[in-house]
């Protein structure tokens, strides 16, 4: 069993920065890959980006390429999103998603929301 705790996620205007920060239970060394997804008012959960835990590799989706990076902390247990030059596209809640011997844990959400 994996718990995950997502926080972070405020009100900030566009062109502003966030960091995310995600909380996990165990060691991140027996997680296989970790994900951010995120989900706006109205429409379907998408994929953010992906983060190897050991080998901490990385990669995005087109719509945060450049903009969003993410990583991981293996002594503090937790991964992070650091996001950029917001958008008000970016407005969602942000969830944390772990890998583990074939069974996903997600994280409860933490709110960003981008004003114009």
Not at 38 to 51: D, F, H, N, S, Y
Not at 90 to 110: I, N, R, S
Request: aromatic share 10%.
């Amino acid at each position: 069993q994996v718990q995950l705790v997502e926080s972070g996620g405020d009100l900030v205007q566009a062109g502003g920065s966030l960091r995310l920060t995600c909380e996990v239970s165990r060691n991140l060394h027996s997680i296989h890959a970790m994900y951010w997804y995120r989900q706006a008012p109205g429409k379907e959960r998408e994929w953010v980006a992906t983060i190897s835990p050991i080998g901490g590799n990385s990669n995005y989706a087109e719509s945060v390429e450049g903009r969003f990076t993410v990583s991981r902390d293996l002594t503090e247990k937790k991964m992070y999103l650091q996001m950029n030059n917001l958008k008000p596209a970016d407005t969602a809640v942000y969830y944390c998603k772990a890998f583990q011997l074939g069974t996903e844990y997600w994280g409860q959400g933490t709110q960003v929301t981008v004003s114009a």
